[in-house]
């Protein structure tokens, strides 16, 4: 109890300064010098701890070395790049270039982007240009922009509020928190901007109780996985829970996530490192997954997630080369150009394995617009691809009020049947919005297990019915909703009214009689 008190007085404390520290500059802009500076600080210590380990007792540590010393040793270098995918010399580490900063910040800025520069340069030429991870990742992290300040002095004078104050965060040492509190304080941050920025931020995070459901949903029980991936991963924090749910060294091959926004792509990566995955055990790809899937060489995976963006634009039918494509030539038709909502589920159902399971937040819409829509459901009940259909409680995302629901797919079922689990109700409200508790997401779980009957919860529908129905699959349609209504004994009432009438009667004559007694002046 006490653990979760220190939690959520560190999480007020972390967001009163980084709210105190924005001023002028918009909340959402403003997360990538606060989660950035927190991620140099990570990576930091999370290198001195790696160096220090064999020290012995008395000797100096690797912080307090000087670079000259250190360059001497290039092999040495590249070694512990091919094992961190990373280096940072001692005179650049967080610790230090703070302690100088505060005794001189004129040449903050310019010593900041040096730094960020030589670290980002670390990896060339010692790993494949697809394994240099840490490439690009302070892009974003603009020390010299003017939303920091009109003049260098000012931009210097915010840089060092940020250097102390993340200094200052209490996350402990690497070593010490087994980096559970960098990563909890990054997603708790990053939770928050998403939150203050509304639909802008809600299109790139999705809440961690969402999150955590479809991770459990996806890995169906295992106990461990061979690759797991998102299609349209945000942040990353979807691909995370994987971690959480099964434990990193559970997923056997890795993390592996695709990203159409670059500042977001880099948000995902930095996501990963704080999580202290290893830099082969992911691979966070930048790009437009429909049009430019990254990862062909290395499907099918045995566990997916995503929340794609809902009813977003693609070329859809504009491009004839599309009807081509493998991932959605078996339906015979494209999602629409306006809605490429079943263009991902096409394509997270192409890549999914033989044995596994893909858990997809979907626009309510995708369950019963006609078109193309209908046809692409066609094919996905047909195909025996819809393991169940979960209505999902209203208010749960960032940006929209509206209660999505989740398309389960598997491509080895027992049965021709499809589960529908009204889940609406399930939900505890948090703040400004709601959330699925663990009791809720054990419910939920629950009928996906058993795929029984429940009365107004769960539904389990043959698929020649919901053929019959038009191909909807919405879960109203199949799971009947409780009538909360108050039973009225009409017996009963009748009675209460006849005896209401007779006294009001009575109360009539004696107004009568007390207004006749007046007027008559006895």
Known sequence: MSQNIERAELHRALWKIANDLRGSVDGWDFKQYVLGIMFYRFISENLTDYLDSDLAEGESGYASMSNVDVAANPEEIQDVVREKGFFILPEHLFENVRARANLNNENLNEELQEVFRSIEASATGVLLEEDNKIRGLFDDLDVNSNKLGSTVSKRNG???KLLNEVGNFKLGRYAESHNDTFGDAYEYLMGMYASSAGKSGGEYYTPQSVS????????????????????????????????????????????????INLTTRNLAVINMFLHDLNFEKFDIAHGDTLLDPVHTDIEPFEAIVSNPPYSVKWEGDANPLLINDPRFAPAGVLAPKSKADLAFTMH?????????????????GVLYRGGAEAKIRKYLIDGNYVSAVIQLPPDLFFGTTIGTCIIVLKKSKKDNKTLFVDASA??????????????????????????????HFAQLVDNSTIAENDYNLSVSSYVEAEDTREVVDIVALNAEI??????????????DAIVAELESGK
């Open 498 to 511: 006849e005896q209401i009438v007779a006294r009001q009667a009575v109360l009539r004559t004696e107004i």
């Open 426 to 455: 399930l939900f505890e409200r948090s703040g400004n919005k709601n959330t699925i508790t663990e009791v809720h997401r054990a419910k939920i779980l629950g009928a996906l297990a058993q795929r029984e009957d429940d009365a």
């Open 212 to 259: 955590e459901l479809l991770a459990h949903i996806a890995v169906d029980g295992k106990k461990t996985v061979n690759k797991v991936y998102d299609p349209a991963c945000g942040s990353g924090g979807m691909l995370l829970k994987f971690a959480k749910v099964l434990g990193k060294e559970n997923v056997k091959e890795g993390f592996f996530g695709q990203e």
């Open 348 to 364: 997270i159902l192409h890549w999914l394995a033989e044995n596994g399971t893909a858990a997809i937040v979907e626009f309510p």
């Open 158 to 160: 915010l840089l060092l």
